[in-house]
């Protein structure tokens, strides 16, 4: 029996009735992670791993009816047994294992191998059919360590600050803002971020996740003396905004995986680059896979067709599976 099949609204669990990220509406939604593509409003009901329920709540509303459950702990619905595990993609994600009449299912949603120090790191849990996701499914992308990066970042910030020239960083809101703060040396300066960001970063402090003070952009002017030597972390969403015109002559750049690729680089007309994925990178990919144990491989949302001819030619039953997950977006952020 297939524990997991596509239906328009999402990934069902048909013996457990619930979806798994569903895209529309449904009665029971089991979630991975609180990113925008994987997590939605308009649920009856979400279950969610514990150290993700912050999260939810922040993006979602407080009043969402939501239940957590703790890492590891199992629980029974319809003769279905579920439980989470760490994904180490950001905070609370989860790879959600499926164990029905023998046969074990995992739904690893977004993750990545690597511990970053902001996120319980990824688990691998044995299995017979794991779907994977393949955001970076191609040979090319293999992440530096991620010491290297945020050296990097601190270098660029620090050169600024010498020129008196505010440092603004492009960054996803949720996870990959928390990830850098958490990895930079913020004796350089003052660190500033947009609205979006800051109420996550309270989040992360309250989970016990190390970030340095932060203060609000909103809190400053054109001319102020404090941006002389600033970091400021924004949403891609900012960039040519007019949130920015108080930056005045800045340097800026972007924290992505992305930019590995020059051509992406250029298409978002930043003066650098910094690659720095939440996303596992190739030889991740194949990790992750290998450790599952699993003889099938449902690939899903990014570089699907390599991965799954890949996979095959090395004997396992490796096929694409539909959905309407993406990269990660800034659509649940406010704009100030």
Not at 147 to 166: K, T
Request: glycine letters at 10%; a negative charge; charged letters at 20%.
């Amino acid at each position: 029996m297939e524990l997991i099949v596509a239906r328009p609204e999402g990934l069902y669990c048909p013996p457990g009735d619930f979806y798994i990220d569903p895209w529309r509406p449904v009665d029971r939604a089991v979630i991975t992670h609180a990113h925008g593509d994987h997590a939605r409003r308009g649920n009856r009901h979400y279950l969610a791993a514990t150290p993700g329920a912050g999260i939810l709540r922040a993006r979602l509303g407080e009043d969402i009816d939501l239940q957590p459950l703790p890492y590891g702990t199992p629980l029974e619905h319809h003769g279905v047994t579920l439980s989470f595990h760490p994904a180490g993609h950001v905070l609370g994600s989860a790879q959600v294992r499926l164990a029905y009449r023998g046969e074990v299912w995992v739904a690893s949603g977004d993750y990545k191998v690597g511990p970053d120090g902001t996120c319980e790191a990824f688990e691998p849990v044995r299995c017979h059919t794991f779907i994977s996701e393949s955001t970076f499914g191609l040979p090319i992308y293999r992440w530096q360590d991620q010491a290297c990066i945020f050296a990097d970042i601190d270098a660029w910030w620090r050169a600024n600050a010498a020129a008196g020239r505010p440092s603004v960083l492009f960054a996803y809101a949720f996870g990959k803002a928390q990830r850098i703060l958490h990895g930079i040396d913020a004796s350089i300066g003052p660190v500033l971020v947009h609205g979006a960001v800051e109420p996550l970063n309270q989040v992360y402090r309250a989970a016990g996740v190390r970030l340095p003070e932060t203060l609000p952009a909103t809190a400053t002017s054109k001319g102020d003396p404090l941006l002389r030597q600033a970091l400021v972390l924004a949403p891609p969403s900012a960039g040519g905004s007019t949130w920015m015109r108080r930056f005045g002559d800045y340097s800026d750049a972007f924290a992505s995986g992305w930019m590995l690729l020059r051509g992406a680089r250029r298409r978002r007309g930043v003066d650098r680059g910094f690659v720095l994925s939440d996303h596992a990178d190739w030889p991740g990919l194949l990790w992750a896979i290998e450790q599952s144990g699993a003889e099938r491989v449902m690939v899903t949302h990014g570089q699907v067709n390599v991965l799954v001819r890949y996979l095959t030619e090395r004997g396992l039953d490796a096929r694409a599976f539909q959905t309407e997950y993406g990269e990660e977006d800034d659509s649940l952020e406010p704009t100030n």
